[in-house]
């Protein structure tokens, strides 16, 4: 079963692959060049791993702000919402309270832009759980209101009157800023993403919080009836998340744009759905998919300066991709055994590996 | 924006161009890349598609003019946010496709990321636009713009001619200055034909926000607005709208009279290939780094799409002639006249007899909306 686990993503991927060659080849493009530059671009060298790793880096914190939730039994779309007040939160704080130029200043800015992040998807959760609203409605609908009044505050009493064209806020102090990693490219989100993905995967998987957890994702009546206090786990839950959702957006303005501008509203959010539904709501497995997702944009970038593809082609093969994972996951619960033993000669689906591909796939 | 008057940088970057010896001045131009350039790698990237009837396709429209020059080739990339994606397309330009000149077209993509990017890269020349240059920037650095109000302007002046309702409509973007400039110009030339006339304008927020830009042209043209024109990246949407609801519009950014033939009267549009030649002639001859190139209609940094044929003749005289002012630069837009400008709270902004040229650093702080503009900033 341990096989199939890694086996059907990676199977599907070599699927969407295939696929998308023949895609480019109707086109006109070769497809061999095209793999060829797929992988260099994504993973080729130490540039492209660092382009793949930075545009990861905000899809792990952003995913599980969809994830733990959906751990408690939440559809939580808003993350957006958490990314922008998030980085409003950490641009807006100096201006309220003189913070110490060192990383202590800039801990306590990740901090407060992880509580308004943690705040605003709380909202969600006692909303469904006290009004009976629709989490992931309410969650979207919450994310359009954060936008609005992120932007009513960038570009009315927060705006630094010297940003005439591009309205934004002052900038952090130098020292408040946050800083590549041993002089890559690759700044300090990534460790925050990893960390995060892990330390929470962790605690979903070994400890009674996150077993707690789990139970009133799995059954909530159930849990109710052993006494675990459903309302406020999933409370947890969307804190949680939203504090990493918060943090991703202080991140960008303390590692990236120095200050909050529109530039923030970059569809963070609502990437880290797409990558939370493909690792299946699992915290461990963000990372990998993130890196994945980064992997795609790094890749199309290559793509479009080589092959002078449009930018709606490398949509294409991850379109294909996600479906094609996403629908290998209704081969999970077959029993292979069984079925080669009714129809000895039965063709293999189209664009599935056959079980032994699949076990040697995740044997290498 | 700049704390120099634009005016002389922009003498002073001219003057660069022409005076070859000063380039010895400069450590880096004496580099043996540029001194031996034979063939070029010109890198563009462009924050929306390249085909979006607007902002992005003027851009993609003067590179593959560029793409025509020998020993040019030319690498693009759309779609690239403001983000630090912007700053690994850049590099990837540079290392991977081996560029030396680069045009992040998109008006974020400056600070901070072309300026994170520079000092790392001192061989190679990046050219933004939208006008932010400052002596403080590095020198591998500049921008271009141009002064596109110029055409705002003759647009106006159409379009004061052709509506029979006297109301125009304005569906724009943002409050920002570069914006607020376009409104006025555009208002103060229908203005000019008849001071009757006004003009109602509807702020999406957004730079692209196709629903807004349907509802806001709808909205206008149900309070009888009968031309139309725009400041948003794809003005596709408000043309084709305008259009179907038997409205004349004025296009912006790039020609739109494929999208409405029988609606578009003339529109403003840039002219990038003069500001991209510049850059590429002195990359290539070795010559200074361009860091600041402005212009308008007389330096060809702008210009006007042909007129269609539902434009009057009265129309067409009255703008060319104020075209043919603007050429031999006899024209000021923002002037204060006899009786002084006025913003369309009361307040006068430019006194009487008072003259703003367009190069003047006071017109990029641009904050209201002159007399005749129905709508706040």
Redesign the interface.
């Given at each position: 079963m341990k096989a199939l686990e890694v086996g059907l993503p990676v199977a599907a991927l070599a699927a969407a692959l295939l696929l998308f060659g023949g895609f480019v080849w109707l086109g006109g493009a070769s497809p061999l060049e095209t793999w060829t530059i797929l992988f260099k671009?994504a993973f080729g060298d130490w540039?492209s791993w660092?382009?793949t790793l930075?545009?990861a880096a905000p899809l792990m914190l952003t995913a599980l702000c969809v994830a733990l939730p959906a751990r408690a039994g939440l559809i939580i779309i808003g993350g957006e919402g958490a990314v922008v007040l998030g980085g409003l939160a950490a641009a807006a704080l100096p201006y309220a309270v003189p913070l110490p130029g060192n990383a202590i200043g800039t801990a306590i800015l990740c901090a407060f832009g992880m509580a308004v992040g943690a705040g605003w998807i709380a909202i969600a959760g006692a909303l469904r759980q006290y009004r009976g609203v629709n989490e992931t409605i309410s969650s979207l609908l919450l994310a359009y209101t954060a936008i609005a009044i992120f932007?009513q505050l960038v570009?009315g009493p927060l705006r630094d009157p010297k940003t005439?064209?591009?309205?934004s806020t002052r900038s952090l102090a130098e020292a408040l800023q946050i800083g590549g990693i041993a002089g890559s490219?690759v700044h300090w989100g990534l460790v925050c993403g990893v960390v995060a993905c892990v330390g929470l995967g962790l605690w979903l998987v070994f400890t009674p919080g996150g077993f707690a957890l789990r139970v009133v994702g799995g059954n909530p009546r159930t849990a109710q009836l052993v006494g675990l206090p459903a309302n406020r786990l999933i409370l947890l839950a969307c804190a949680l998340g939203g504090s990493c959702a918060g943090l991703a957006g202080t991140v960008?303005v303390a590692a990236?744009?120095?200050n909050a501008?529109?530039?923030l509203i970059?569809?963070y959010g609502y990437a880290g759905i797409l990558v939370a539904f493909i690792a299946r709501q699992n915290p461990f497995a963000i990372v990998p998919v993130a890196i994945l997702f980064g992997g795609f944009?790094?890749a199309g970038?290559?793509l479009?300066?080589?092959l002078?593809l449009?930018?709606a082609s490398v949509q294409v093969l991850q379109g294909i991709a996600f479906v094609l994972i996403l629908a290998s996951e209704a081969l999970r619960g077959v029993d292979w055994a069984a079925l080669g033993r009714r129809h000895p000669a039965a063709p293999a689906v189209a664009g599935i590996a056959p079980p032994t591909a699949v076990s040697s796939a995740s044997d290498a | 924006?700049t704390d120099r008057p634009h005016d002389s940088s922009r003498r002073r970057a001219l003057a660069q161009l022409s005076a070859g010896s000063l380039a010895s001045l400069a450590p880096w131009a004496m580099h043996p890349a540029f001194a031996q350039a034979k063939s070029l790698t010109v890198?563009v990237v462009y924050v929306g598609?390249?085909d979006d009837f607007g902002y992005n396709q003027a851009q993609a429209q003067a590179a593959a003019e560029v793409k025509k020059m020998p020993g040019i080739k030319v690498?693009?990339?759309?779609?690239?946010?403001?983000?630090?994606?912007v700053?690994?397309?850049m590099?990837?330009?540079i290392?991977?496709?081996g560029a030396k000149v680069l045009f992040p077209t998109s008006?974020?993509y400056f600070?901070?990321h072309v300026l994170v990017l520079a000092p790392k890269f001192p061989d190679v020349r990046f050219s933004h636009c939208?006008g932010l240059w400052t002596e403080k920037n590095p020198k591998n650095a500049g921008s271009y713009f141009g002064y596109v109000e110029e055409c705002q302007y003759l647009n106006g002046v159409v379009a004061g001619h052709m509506s029979k309702s006297k109301k125009l409509g304005f569906v724009a973007a943002?409050p920002?200055?570069?914006v607020l400039k376009n409104i006025n110009a555009f208002t103060m030339g229908a203005r000019s034909v008849d001071p009757k006339i006004t003009t109602t304008v509807i702020f999406t927020?957004e730079w692209s926000m196709p629903v807004k830009e349907a509802e806001a042209t709808n909205s206008l043209a149900d309070q009888g607005v009968d031309v139309f024109t725009m400041h948003v990246d794809g003005p596709k949407v408000v043309v084709e709208t305008a259009a179907k609801r038997g409205k004349m519009v004025c296009g912006y950014h790039a020609s739109q009279a494929k999208l409405a033939p029988n609606a578009y009267l003339t529109g403003a549009e840039w002219n990038w290939l003069t500001a991209y030649k510049t850059v590429i002639e002195a990359a290539q001859s070795g010559k200074p780094h361009p860091n600041f190139l402005r212009g308008g209609l007389k330096e060809g940094y702008v210009k006007m799409s042909p007129y269609g044929p539902m434009v009057s003749e009265a129309a067409r005289k009255n703008a060319d002639d104020v075209k043919a002012k603007m050429l031999a630069d006899t024209f000021d837009i923002f002037a204060g006249g006899s009786a002084g400008l006025k913003d369309n709270k009361g307040a006068t902004v430019i006194g009487a007899g008072k003259t703003i040229k367009q190069t003047d650093v006071e017109l990029?702080?641009m904050n209201y909306l002159v007399e005749g503009v129905v709508g706040s900033a």
């Open positions: 671009g540039f660092q382009n930075q545009r932007k570009e005439l064209n591009k309205p490219d960008e990236v744009h120095t501008n529109a530039s970059a569809g944009g790094a970038s290559l479009q300066r080589r002078g449009p930018d | 924006m890198g598609p390249r690498v693009e990339e759309e779609n690239v946010p403001e983000t630090t994606a700053q690994k397309t590099t990837g330009m290392q991977q496709d008006f974020g600070d901070p939208g943002k920002i200055p570069q927020g990029e702080k």
